[in-house]
């Protein structure tokens, strides 16, 4: 077994092999400085279930001279597990066998080594501890020998043990005895014990151990107690010569080192008469009176006592009483052991902190005070432990105290501790009601924000900070900014990018002056978080409004801010390439003109950058058409400069008989018709031809030109789309709405009307922006191609299914590119309106009306598609014999 390792004895170690015996604990050193003082060995140990310190006793019977002494070892577990008071060592487990016991109590040390360690320590300082001390062991003594009636019958050295804390337990039980008990061992068995006779009393010397059963059960521990002090006092010293009959009393000359106030009380505490002695009660009571005299109050005036009497009695003391205790710690903090403060002081102030009350704000600041002087290895254990603890007290002034002195503790907390104990109960103060807990809340989470996980830190503070945004206290509205902008470069990337910017400008837009300086210092503060596109787009836009701000002092500052966004941005773009246009773009080539801004200069003015830009447009715009125009052909055979409306309703079955341009001008493809608005508020259509046609374009050659096409179309190879329509344009209830107000040519409008220069200018109807055009006063002609003589009588298609009043179907996009800057035609409900008999008269190789296929089933649509193709191919039939009757006419 590990545990058995570090024994002393290998036959011991054998022994507890073979027995099987399980141990609570684990032996660790002996203490050899302890050897022979006592029947019992002594070790360090550690408990198995948690690791904590111990100290371990051991008795092996498995010599001789240890078995005859096997009762007194007994008697010890029996009484110490028996015996329990504050000044009584404590007593935590033990293992028993025939021949081998095991005591195990709290980590002690002898006093004679904590004696001698003391040694080298002030003569004051020395001499209040051992004070101290000699208190706790007449406390204790008075226990036993009033309360349990009984004789310890060992006081001594060797049967004091110093604690972790300082303090003195009393142990040693071997002999402690009842008179009234049946086979009370003291008075058998007293003479049994290592130097029995050097510490007896002189009854005891003069008559054995059994003479105590006719006296007082404190007459031989009062005094063995005097002997006791004169040993703590003179360690150097032999024992005094009252001790050896005929017992005569201390002179001063052998005083040594007991304090004048209590020679006294030690001579008569070592009196020869056992009825005139006195007892270790009395002098608990001596020592402990207020009244100043001749041997008495050596207790009552020891800072050390007053310390613990206090701490014992804390919350039970009024406020004065506990003022006073706290200033008392405080100015004498420094002469006390490290030892008392870390284990005795702190942990009763720490435990009177979760009483809460007016005292904490007091308590905790001592608190912190006195862990300065505790070991770094025993700091968690001895303060952190306590205090993160104390975070879950409902108290305010508790809390307020705690975070308030953050600062003092925060950089010994670990990660662990911080999320698992600390952040469930630190969060809840960011909704307190009362204000100044949220405003401490805000203002400590930066000191613990470096031990906050990655959820913690971009998820759930981030959802507290943004509601404190909105406080009603402006302060903490503030300082939420504040803390906001200091936590920034910790935050994680996509969280820069969502929150930062929200949050510094919602500080801008807030009442409160500093609150607005906030955000910007925040914003400067975090600019190394931000990439150059979000500062460029969304920092400045965001931030430029401050510069106009009311207060001087937010526009000082956001100029300031706005000076090193710029500048940063700056030095970005200096490194950033000039183009990053392709080679094949004339751009690229060296074709902007030389008065394009950027190209050479830089302007300083408004005015000459209005002026720049508008040379800038004008110049790449023309530069860039001329080369596109170089640079590529338009679709298709040659086009003429206008379309007759025909071809334009030709197009419906999908193919694409629209005339080519050759103007020099580039045609867009507006999506609607622009209108202006005149000088009366009312709306006005753009005036359309203003890309006038040439004039030695007749009307004869226009017809010539349609027939040519016309014929053309004919020879095209077959709709690779096929040859049913896409979309049907009389089935409206079936196309998409967002195409029911496009325009359709007009058919019964001559083309002289259209080239003609002087004719009148067509608008749009207010009404309708898609509205057929109409000149303004005039009805149109009765024969529906316009005033021209010129224009021969040719075959009017009619666009199938249209009728007066019907719903127009939509055109598709390529029908409008090549009516830019052109007379728009009339849709068929405005030709209808105009001329009604174009519809009602026949002529020659005129497709008869077509009605609408919405409502037919598909068979009857196929033969309806079918019949129109049919006379399709008629009507192109007879414009070929009309063209070839027209060349023979004129051969």
């Known amino acids: 077994m590990d545990y058995l390792r570090t024994l002393g004895s290998a036959a011991v170690s054998s022994l507890v ?8 604990f684990s032996l660790g050193a002996r203490v050899t400085a302890y050897d022979n003082h006592s029947i019992w060995a002594l070790y360090e140990g550690s408990k198995r279930d948690d690791g904590s310190p111990i100290s371990i006793f051991e008795f092996d019977a498995n010599t001789p001279a240890k078995k005859n002494i096997l009762p007194l070892a007994k008697n010890a577990l029996r009484k110490l597990r028996t015996v329990r008071h504050p000044d009584v060592l404590r007593f935590m487990d033990a293992v028993e066998t025939d021949t081998t016991i095991y005591i195990m109590t709290e980590r002690i040390q002898p006093l004679a080594s904590a004696v001698s360690q003391w040694s080298s320590k002030g003569a004051q300082e020395k001499e209040d501890w051992l004070i101290w001390g000699l208190h706790r062991i007449s406390v204790a003594l008075a226990f036993v020998n ?35 008990e049946d086979g009370a061992i003291l008075y058998s068995m007293g ?70 106030a209590l020679f006294s009380s030690f001579k008569r505490l070592l009196n020869p008469n056992p009825k005139a002695r006195l007892t270790p009660k009395t002098f608990l009571e001596l ?94 254990t001895v303060i952190l432990a306590h205090l993160v603890q104390l975070f879950a007290s409902p108290d305010r002034g508790t809390r307020l105290a705690l975070l308030d002195h953050l600062p003092d503790y925060a950089d010994k907390l670990d990660k662990k ?40 830190l971009n998820n759930d503070l981030l959802r507290f900070l943004a509601k404190m945004q909105g406080d009603p206290e402006a302060s903490i509205r503030t300082n939420t900014c504040i803390l906001i902008g200091r936590l920034g470069p910790s935050l994680g990337y996509n969280t820069k990018r969502k929150v930062l910017v929200p949050a510094f400008t919602r500080a801008l837009k807030d009442p409160f002056v500093h609150a607005r300086v906030a955000g910007l210092m925040a914003f400067m503060a975090t600019i190394d978080c931000f990439d150059m596109e979000d500062l460029a787009t ?28 710029v500048k940063k941005l700056e030095e970005h773009a200096a490194a950033m390439p000039e183009t990053v246009e392709s080679e094949n773009d004339p751009t690229a080539l060296g074709f902007l003109p030389a008065n394009v801004p950027g190209s050479s200069t830089l302007v300083n003015s408004a005015a000459g950058a209005a002026g720049a830009l508008a040379g800038w447009a004008i110049s790449s715009l023309g530069r860039k058409l001329a080369a596109a125009d170089l640079q590529s052909t338009m679709d298709g055979a040659e086009r003429s400069g206008l379309a007759p409306p025909a071809a334009v309703a030709n197009s419906v079955d999908g193919s694409d008989s629209r005339p080519s341009s050759r103007l020099g ?44 096409e016309a014929a053309a179309e004919a020879d095209t190879p077959r709709n690779p789309w096929g040859n049913d329509d896409l979309i049907d344009v009389n089935a409206d209830q079936d196309d998409w709405s967002a195409f029911e107000s496009a325009p359709v040519p007009i058919v019964g409008l001559g083309f002289s009307d259209v080239l003609d220069q002087n004719s009148p ?35 009017i298609h009619q666009p199938v299914g249209i009728r007066a009043g019907m719903t127009r179907s939509p055109p598709t996009n390529n029908r409008l590119s090549t009516m830019s800057n052109m007379t728009r035609s009339p849709t068929p409900s405005d030709s209808g309106r105009a001329s009604p008999a174009v519809h009602d008269r026949p002529m020659s190789g005129a497709a008869t009306p077509q009605s609408s296929t919405a409502g037919m089933t598909k068979e009857e649509k196929a033969a309806e598609m079918a019949r129109r193709k049919e006379e399709r191919k008629q009507r192109i039939a007879a414009l070929k014999e009309q063209k070839k009757n027209a060349g023979a006419s004129k051969a």
């Not at 092999?17 to 609570?24: A, Y």
């Not at 004789?151 to 804390?165: A, K, L």
């Not at 836009?541 to 526009?555: G, S």
Request: glycine letters at 6%; proline letters at 9%.
């Open 665 to 708: 001008t580039t045609l867009s493809s507006p999506a609607a018709p622009v209108r202006a608005v005149d000088s009366a508020g009312k709306t006005k259509s753009m005036q359309l031809g203003a890309n006038k046609v040439p004039a030695s374009l007749s009307a004869n050659k226009a017809t010539s030109d349609w027939a040519q």
């Open 417 to 456: 501790t911080v999320v698992d104990k600390m952040w469930p109960h630190l969060q809840t103060g960011f909704s307190d009601t009362v204000a100044i807990i949220r405003e401490a809340t805000v203002k400590s989470i930066i000191l613990l924000s470096d031990k906050f996980n990655d959820r913690i």
């Open 761 to 795: 200018a067509l608008h749009y109807s207010s009404d309708d922006p898609w509205a057929s055009p109409s000149p303004s006063g005039a009805k149109l002609p009765s024969n529906g191609w316009g005033a021209s003589s010129k224009s021969p009588t040719l075959p």
């Open 538 to 565: 969304k920092v400045i836009p965001n931030m430029a409004f401050a510069m106009i701000d009311k207060e001087k002092l937010v526009r000082d500052q956001a100029f300031k801010a706005m000076e090193l966004f």
């Open 17 to 24: 092999q073979k027995s099987g015996l399980s141990l609570p």
């Open 146 to 180: 009033d309360s349990c009636a009984s004789t310890h019958g060992n006081v001594r050295m060797d049967s004091i043990f110093i604690t972790t804390s300082g303090e003195w337990k009393l142990g040693g039980f071997e002999v402690l005895s009842n008179p009234k």
């Open 287 to 380: 020592g402990m009176a207020e009244t100043a005299g001749d041997g008495s109050g050596f207790f009552a005036n020891n800072r050390l006592v007053k310390v613990c009497a206090g701490l014992d009695n804390f919350s039970l003391g009024n406020e004065s009483e506990k003022t006073l205790l706290l200033r008392t710690l405080k100015e004498s903090s420094s002469s006390f052991p490290s030892e008392f403060i870390s284990y005795r002081v702190l942990p009763s102030l720490l435990s009177a902190l979760q009483f809460g009350g007016a005292s904490a704000p007091a308590i905790l600041p001592l608190v912190l005070q006195l862990g300065k002087s505790v070991a770094p290895a025993d700091y968690p």
């Open 191 to 260: 003479s049994m014990l290592p130097d029995a006779s050097t510490y007896a009393s002189p009854e005891v010397k003069k008559a054995g151990w059994s003479i105590l059963k006719e006296h007082s059960p404190p007459a031989a521990d009062a005094y063995a107690l005097g002997l006791l002090i004169h040993s703590v006092f003179n360690p150097s010293l032999p024992i005094p010569a009252t001790a050896q009959p005929p017992h005569p009393p201390p002179t001063a000359s052998s005083r040594g080192s007991i304090p004048s």
